[in-house]
């Protein structure tokens, strides 16, 4: 299994580009999810996913578009970048969502998107 | 509403001391807590997890955590620090409605020889 992957690894834009992380995971979970993770706030939640054809939104979704046509794949869309979107992206997928799951979520290794 | 809140941003040990990260959290029911590790430039790999079956939870580089129910806490131990233990560490809650996970700002742990 190669787990959770993620390309590119590193991106930088400039202001008003659009591009597209990718995130695939094959161990057939059905929760996908991304994340962002900027110095001293920890990861906030962007999108995530419940199944193929399922999106919903996270904390922080301005900005970010998701779709989910399989179950292995989960990219990110940004329309048009901004500096405040300088950050490192993460991927993430477990078995299912549910409140009381104890269920491990497994990280891709990340994207560092700088904006210019 | 579920959250987590990690005590300290910095802890700094000498190596072969303890170590002790600390992380409250508020759960209206019986929390799913984890802890991750970040290495630096690395992506996050699950150091333990509380699924209720034992409040004392061993993990994976002689890690343990506590769950203590009175006192709202999962600390995160150590009982003698490694060079290789330097890293950011995150306590994490299942919240919300549908149970994604929920984030501490983190506690990047230094250890000098």
């Known amino acids: 299994n190669a787990g959770v992957t993620q390309t590119p690894k590193f991106q930088v834009l400039k202001t008003g580009q659009s591009m597209t992380l990718q995130c695939a995971q094959d161990?057939?979970?059905?929760?996908m999810s991304w994340y962002r993770q900027d110095p001293g706030m920890g990861l906030r939640l962007i999108h995530y996913?419940?199944?193929?054809?399922?999106?919903d939104q996270g904390e922080v979704p301005n900005g970010y578009n998701v779709s989910r046509s399989t179950t292995e794949d989960f990219p990110l869309r940004l329309l048009s970048a901004a500096p405040s979107q300088t950050s490192v992206y993460f991927c993430?997928?477990?078995?299912?969502?549910?409140?009381?799951?104890?269920?491990?979520?497994?990280f891709g290794p990340g994207t560092r998107l700088t904006v210019l | 509403a579920q959250s987590v809140t990690q005590l300290d941003s910095h802890v700094s040990v000498s190596e072969g001391t303890p170590v002790l990260l600390r992380c409250n959290y508020s759960s209206s029911y019986s929390p799913s807590l984890f802890w991750y590790v970040q290495h630096p430039n690395k992506g996050l790999q699950l150091l333990l997890k509380y699924t209720s079956a034992a409040t004392l939870v061993k993990g994976i580089n002689g890690f343990e955590a506590e769950f203590k129910k009175s006192e709202t806490s999962f600390h995160l131990t150590k009982p003698s620090a490694h060079m290789s233990d330097a890293a950011e560490y995150f306590c994490v809650v299942r919240g919300g409605s549908q149970g994604n996970l929920i984030f501490g700002k983190g506690t990047k742990l230094s250890v000098k020889p």
């Open positions: 993430a997928s477990s078995l299912r969502l549910a409140a009381t799951s104890t269920d491990t979520q497994y």
């Open positions: 161990m057939n979970h059905e929760y």
């Open positions: 996913s419940v199944g193929a054809g399922i999106t």
